[in-house]
């Protein structure tokens, strides 16, 4: 267990096809906002938020990848090292799921051995779900998957994503925060995302924990 105020950080990334709502769900999660007319990734954006477990407090850093395909190439530079994924699908659109599967397969051939990986089914908020909830529970089960449901338009399930995730990650994988040479900095801590039609909307780190 950690002693009084000491932080470890973790990275952690999401991945999956374009427009499941990777960005919507950090956006939500960090931000308590959502936006219909979000614009899609460029690359990937992080954000550090620091998490209240309790007992402990954990910095996420929090890589949300473009999920076009013309940047999977890039994919692999920022899921190295990540200790937790999340991989998210869409529950009106069965090819996301299918795609998701194949990120599963992914990581576990080419991430970090081990590494905790979330499937989310977002936008339960919408009617005419493609995907079957028992299906994808079974495949989550089966494959050693936390498995959660959840839309990022409501919020509904949005925080149990990131806070069970966190709770997953062993304590001994996570680095000290303030060890030298480590990767990224505070400073270097944003998130940024577009909307169509309005100013670009970023958010810097507020202090404190998250939400
Ligand atoms: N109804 C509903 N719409 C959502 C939800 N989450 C995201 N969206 C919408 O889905 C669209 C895509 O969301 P993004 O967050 O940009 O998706 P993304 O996975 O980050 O997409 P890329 O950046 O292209 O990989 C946007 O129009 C969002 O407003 C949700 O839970 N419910
Ligand atoms: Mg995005």
């Given at each position: 267990?950690?002693?009084?105020?000491?932080?470890?950080?973790?990275?952690?990334?999401?991945l999956g096809e374009s427009a499941v709502g990777k960005?919507?769900?950090?956006?939500?999660?960090?931000?308590?906002?959502?936006?219909?007319?979000?614009?899609?990734?460029?690359?990937?954006?992080?954000?550090?938020?620091?998490?209240?477990?309790?007992?402990?407090?954990?910095?996420?850093?929090?890589?949300?990848t473009?999920g076009q395909e013309?940047?999977h190439?890039?994919t692999?530079?920022?899921?190295?090292?990540?200790?937790?994924?999340?991989i998210t699908y869409d529950?009106?659109n069965n090819d996301s799921y299918e795609k998701a599967k194949d990120w599963v397969n992914e990581i576990?051939?080419?991430?970090?051995?081990?590494?905790?990986?979330?499937l989310v089914a977002n936008?339960?908020?919408?009617?005419?779900?493609q995907v079957?909830?028992?299906?994808a529970?079974?495949y989550?089960?089966?494959?050693?998957?936390?498995?959660?449901?959840?839309?990022?338009?409501?919020?509904?399930?949005?925080?149990?994503?990131?806070?069970?995730?966190?709770?997953?990650?062993?304590?001994?994988?996570?680095?000290?925060?303030?060890?030298?040479?480590?990767?990224?900095?505070?400073?270097?801590?944003?998130?940024?995302?577009?909307?169509?039609?309005?100013?670009?909307?970023?958010?810097?780190?507020?202090?404190?924990?998250?939400?």
């Amino acid at each position: 267990m950690l002693q009084g105020s000491s932080t470890i950080q973790f990275k952690i990334v999401l991945l999956g096809e374009s427009a499941v709502g990777k960005s919507s769900l950090v956006w939500r999660f960090c931000q308590d906002q959502f936006s219909e007319t979000i614009e899609s990734t460029v690359g990937a954006t992080f954000i550090h938020r620091v998490m209240d477990l309790g007992e402990y407090s954990i910095k996420l850093q929090i890589w949300d990848t473009a999920g076009q395909e013309r940047y999977h190439s890039l994919t692999p530079m920022y899921y190295r090292g990540a200790k937790g994924v999340i991989i998210t699908y869409d529950v009106t659109n069965n090819d996301s799921y299918e795609k998701a599967k194949d990120w599963v397969n992914e990581i576990r051939t080419q991430g970090t051995p081990n590494a905790k990986i979330v499937l989310v089914a977002n936008k339960i908020d919408l009617e005419d779900h493609q995907v079957d909830q028992m299906e994808a529970m079974k495949y989550a089960e089966s494959n050693d998957l936390l498995f959660f449901e959840c839309s990022a338009k409501t919020g509904e399930g949005v925080k149990d994503v990131f806070f069970g995730l966190s709770k997953a990650l062993p304590v001994k994988w996570g680095e000290m925060s303030n060890r030298k040479g480590m990767e990224f900095s505070d400073s270097e801590d944003e998130f940024s995302v577009n909307v169509k039609n309005s100013k670009k909307v970023n958010k810097k780190k507020e202090s404190g924990g998250c939400c």
